[in-house]
């Protein structure tokens, strides 16, 4: 069930979040009196919750091959009977990225755990980030640029993620096994944005390693500190906005000088800062591109 809420969107809004051209959704209107949206003074259209809702179970529906023509004539729950119908890996997931905007759009914590309990019956929780999540947040920040959602949007479904990501943190950590290897997560100074980073940690996590996770905008110096207790540690960290590309290569040849050489320990780094200016490789720096060369690593 749906929260009601009084948000209204554009037919751009509509375009942006279901992915179906303005001109197709004028059409259906007109055709098959598929949406009734209100109309300004202007007459400019002004769809609800509802309107956007129905257009998203649509669009699932024609891009499992359904005919428009048909769609139109049943009511939305019939509609509605036949979206949850479906069930493949791939209608899944398409069934999921739609639930997950509905969550986020009505601020709705239900829709949101509903749709990561349906997924956990069929995926694994590295599955739902990489195929589900992962994508999600992409189309998030395309929905953001363009106006269509505001920060309080993306700030409520980015901490529910978190929340799932903290659960499977806290279930791993009971399983630790492997007490040779330490990685040690962070983030340099001044950057804040930790999903990737938690994510990681349930990588090395899942292999039995044992982790300390120290989280965002951490200090150099209060690494240094840490890395005088214990020889041999792996220090890891992922670089979205800092340090600045014209730092990135200081920052990591002064980490390797003050923390790497003197105690043994390496450091492992991921990030878009990383893909736009090339980084010397040594022994002890790893720059690693993907999610999934990590776990290669991590063997």
């Known amino acids: 069930m749906m929260n009601k809420t009084n948000q209204a969107f554009s037919i751009k809004d509509l375009e942006n979040i279901c992915g179906i051209k303005a001109h197709t959704i004028r059409i259906w209107e007109k055709r098959y009196h598929l949406l009734t949206p209100e109309r300004t003074d202007t007459n400019i259209r ?9 257009l998203l179970n649509v669009t699932f529906l024609v891009s499992c091959g359904y005919k428009i023509s048909r769609i139109s004539k049943l009511e939305p729950e019939e509609i509605l009977e036949y979206v949850t119908s479906i069930v493949s890996d791939k209608t899944t997931v398409d069934r999921s990225m739609n639930s997950l905007k509905l969550a ?4 709705n914590t239900t829709i949101f755990t509903d749709t990561f309990n349906e997924l956990s019956e069929r995926f694994s929780f590295s599955q739902i980030f990489y195929d ?4 999600f947040l992409g189309e998030v920040g395309m929905l953001w640029q363009t106006n269509t959602i505001n920060s309080s949007h993306e700030h409520f479904i980015t901490s529910l993620i978190k929340q799932k990501l903290w659960a499977k943190i806290d279930s791993l950590q009971q399983q630790v096994t492997n007490h040779e290897q330490t990685f040690v997560l962070y983030l340099p100074s001044g950057e804040t944005n930790d999903l990737s980073l938690l994510f990681i940690n349930t990588l090395i996590l899942e292999k039995g390693y044992k982790t300390i996770f120290l989280g965002p905008n951490v200090s150099t110096d209060y690494l240094k500190d840490l890395s005088e207790l214990q020889n041999n540690l792996v220090f890891v960290s992922y670089f979205t906005l800092q340090p600045h590309i014209d730092e990135v290569n200081e920052y990591i040849a002064n980490f390797k000088n003050e923390i790497c050489v003197p105690n043994e320990h390496e450091l492992w780094v991921m990030g878009r800062q990383l893909k736009e200016v090339p980084v010397p490789i040594s022994a002890q720096i790893k720059i690693i591109q993907s999610f999934t060369d990590f776990e290669k690593i991590l063997g």
């Open 46 to 54: 002004s769809y609800n919750m509802e309107n956007l809702q129905k």
């Open 104 to 107: 986020m759009l009505n601020y």
């Open 132 to 135: 589900i999540f992962i994508p």
